[in-house]
């Protein structure tokens, strides 16, 4: 349901599979596009190891991210996720669900801007990182929020 103030159609787009609002973006996003963007969430929040992420694992945190819920987990993840509960879902005051959306929405953002040609990206050898800046602006560089870790109570199988 979209307030007044949020346009109705999504000003990011992949597909209609996921359709959220966060702020005040709605954006869509198709499967596939959707949990590739939660598990490189879920990675950079460090919540998770790559090589340890399966399918199912990654299921459930698509549901998590997506409903705010893990519901009936169908990996050894969800059932952590649900089992430590509030411990991993609210930690230190910040919330699980809401900064996956963060960073989700935060890279379907900088693919929207560099669609529309608002900012440029480049490849820093240095970091072996992208780098992002606003177009013809090479001195300011948009960086990723600052954001809290869950490394400390991340799912080792």
């Known amino acids: 349901m979209a307030r007044d103030w949020r346009q109705a ?3 990011y787009q992949s597909g209609g599979d996921f359709v959220l609002e966060f702020r005040s973006f709605r954006y869509g996003f198709n499967t596939v596009d959707f949990s590739q963007r939660v598990r490189r969430a879920a990675l950079e ?9 399966d399918e199912e694992g990654l299921v459930d945190l698509v549901r998590l991210a997506s409903t705010g819920t ?10 952590y996720l649900v089992t430590m509960g509030d411990e991993i879902l609210h930690r230190n005051g910040e919330s699980l669900v809401y900064w996956l959306r ?5 890279g379907a953002w900088l693919d929207l801007q560099l669609m529309e040609e608002q900012i440029e990206v480049a490849f820093d050898e240095e970091s072996m990182e ?13 960086g990723m929020p600052p954001h809290p870790s869950w490394g400390d109570v991340a799912f080792r199988a």
Do not use: K, T
């Open 102 to 106: 963060e960073l989700v929405f935060r």
């Open 130 to 142: 992208f780098v992002y800046y606003p177009a013809g602006h090479r001195s300011r560089e948009i």
């Open 9 to 11: 159609q999504p000003n």
């Open 70 to 79: 893990v519901g009936l987990p169908l990996s050894e993840l969800g059932d």
């Open 45 to 53: 929040l460090g919540l998770v190891d790559d090589d340890r992420l």
